[in-house]
Structure formats: structure tokens, C-alpha cells
């Protein structure tokens, strides 16, 4: 069992292995079956109890990446809550309970278009497969964040627009500001990726070490994926206004 909770193996995890695409598959599955029986959902008596619960398992799957980093001894200060995907799933859980659009409009971006990285090229968790707990933790919680978007769009109904893309800009610029200075005063610190790559291969890794040029990169890939994540809606909007017309 202790070997289950501690370091994990270099080389452990493989990319585009059953074990990267199974719990993608899985969540996929979910999101489908939010969907296919969204009527049903909405109208069950015990509807709300198990979003609760959902909310509850993503607060402690967060919280447990940090009791893990302690367990392990890991460095706490090149462990701390300063990224997109610890923030969505914070924010994805208190979404489900309380059901406020605006934590929707930040998240709804921060998943779609910033923590999709993490599912095609998992880095952080490359000595880690399923024989250790960080692999099931990692999963559990940048799985959770997407079907909990996907929840509240077939579940409840609800929409994107401009004003949701500007809101989720604004926090996501805020983030990056905390991660500079943060990275800027902790030796070895690489918040939001803004400092250097991350050990294991990432589609990150191509970016240049310079913080001008990495954030002139990053932000405007980051506007690339943050209007594809907005197009379906502009283009059912467009589809909208036209057939009122």
C-alpha cells in the first residue's frame, strides 16, 4: 500500500497507451450518457444530492493532489494552488452546487480551451500509471471538470456568449499575473507553464524560454482555443437569429 501512495516510476506512464485513453473513453462514456438521458436526470428526485456529491469528490480530488506533494515530501512551494486546471476544478465544484452562470462562463473556457492540454499530453504525471495513486487522482480530477461542463450545459441548459468569453479572459489574465510573480520569487517555480517546459513531453515544449515571446505565444494560442471554444455557440446563435427573422 505504501507503494501505491509514493513516488512513482520514471517512465511509468506512456502517452497514447490504454492507460491515456481509457479514462478519456470513460469520461467520453459520462458525457454521452449526460446527454442521452438528460430529461431524466433533470426531473430525478435525487438529482440534486448526487451533483452535491459530484461536487464533493472534485474538492477532494484537488485537495489531494496537495496532501499526495506532502506525503511524498515534495517541495509545497513549487506545489501550489497556481494553475488553470486546479482553479476549474475549485471553481467546477462550487458551479454544481450553488449553479452560477458566471462560474460557468470562467470555467467553460478554462476546460475547454486550457485544460484540454492535459489530456492529450498528461506531463505531470509521466512517472505515474496505474499502479500509483497520483495517476488516479490526476484522472479523476481533469476528467471531473469536463463532465461537470457538460452537466450543466445538457442538464440545465446552459449558454456561452461574448460576455463569457471576456469574463473567463479576465480571470485567466489575472491567473497569469499571480503565476509571474509567483515564478518570478520561487526558485524552480513553473506556474501555468509561463517559466520554462515541464518535465516530459508536452505540447508546450516547442515554446521559447523568453517570457515576452512565451506569453505572446501562449496568449495567442490561448485566443485561438478560446474562440473555438466559443464558435459552436456563435454559429447556434448565428443559426438562431436567422430563423427568427
Given at each position: ?93 462550487f458551479m454544481l452546487m450553488t449553479k452560477k452562470q458566471g462560474l460557468f462562463d470562467v470555467v467553460y ?137
Amino acid at each position: 500500500m505504501k507503494q501505491f501512495f509514493d513516488h512513482g516510476v520514471q517512465g511509468e506512464f506512456s502517452y497514447f497507451s490504454f492507460a491515456h485513453f481509457a479514462p478519456i473513453i470513460i469520461m467520453l462514456g459520462i458525457i454521452y450518457l449526460l446527454f442521452r438521458y438528460q430529461e431524466k436526470i433533470r426531473t430525478w428526485k435525487y438529482e440534486e444530492n448526487a451533483r452535491i456529491i459530484f461536487a464533493a469528490v472534485i474538492l477532494f480530488s484537488d485537495s489531494a493532489y496537495f496532501w499526495h506533494k506532502i506525503y511524498i515530501g515534495a517541495n509545497v512551494a513549487n506545489h501550489l494552488p497556481v494553475t488553470v486546471c486546479g482553479w476549474a476544478a475549485i471553481m467546477s465544484a462550487f458551479m454544481l452546487m450553488t449553479k452560477k452562470q458566471g462560474l460557468f462562463d470562467v470555467v467553460y473556457f478554462f476546460v475547454l480551451a486550457g485544460s484540454i492540454n492535459a489530456l492529450i499530453t498528461p506531463a505531470v504525471i509521466m512517472d505515474n500509471g496505474p499502479t500509483h495513486f497520483r495517476y488516479y487522482q490526476f484522472w479523476i480530477e481533469h476528467t471531473s471538470i469536463f463532465i461537470a461542463v457538460f452537466y450543466m450545459i445538457f442538464i440545465f441548459g446552459y449558454k456561452i456568449n461574448l460576455r463569457s468569453m471576456r469574463r473567463s479572459a479576465i480571470v485567466l489574465v489575472i491567473l497569469g499575473a499571480i503565476a509571474i510573480f509567483v515564478n518570478s520569487n520561487i526558485e524552480g517555480a513553473n506556474y501555468l507553464f509561463l517559466a520554462t517546459t515541464e518535465v516530459g513531453d508536452s505540447a508546450l515544449n516547442f515554446l521559447p524560454t523568453n517570457l515576452g515571446l512565451r506569453l505572446l505565444i501562449m496568449g495567442s494560442i490561448m485566443g485561438v482555443l478560446y474562440f473555438l471554444a466559443y464558435l459552436p455557440w456563435m454559429l447556434m446563435n448565428r443559426k438562431t437569429k436567422l430563423k427568427s427573422e
